[in-house]
């Protein structure tokens, strides 16, 4: 099982920019791709993007289309979620995922997103 701790969450106004990351504990070569879910109140949680670590091919939740960018460094260890005109309704708490190529996921601690209006 691969630790993933992230950083970045915090309290922003409607328009600005936050930038999340993501480090894995090591390198893990069974990791086809990494990404963020995020979990809002009363919600379940939802793929906000994710990139694979071979080709780095990217999807994304379709509103958030335009204003975030996810990317990685290191191949396999980090990840970064680039969030620009966050939205109240980005309010939510940001999840780091690691899906392995045997079907299972690890996940991060969770950080809190707040986008105030």
């Known amino acids: 099982q691969v630790q993933l701790v992230e950083s970045g969450g915090g309290l922003v106004q409607a328009g600005g920019s936050l930038r999340l990351s993501c480090a894995a504990s090591e390198t893990i070569f069974s990791i086809r791709a990494m990404g963020w879910y995020r979990q809002g109140p009363g919600v379940q949680r939802e793929l906000v993007a994710t990139?694979?670590?071979?080709?780095?091919?990217?999807k994304y939740l379709d509103s958030v289309k335009g204003r975030f960018t996810i990317s990685r460094a290191n191949a396999r260890n980090t990840v970064y979620l680039q969030m620009n005109s966050l939205k109240p309704e980005d309010t939510a708490v940001y999840y780091c995922?690691?899906?392995?190529?045997?079907?299972?996921?690890?996940w991060g601690q969770g950080t809190q997103v707040t986008v105030s209006s």
């Open positions: 990139i694979t670590t071979s080709v780095g091919r990217t």
């Open positions: 995922a690691a899906e392995h190529d045997l079907g299972y996921t690890d």
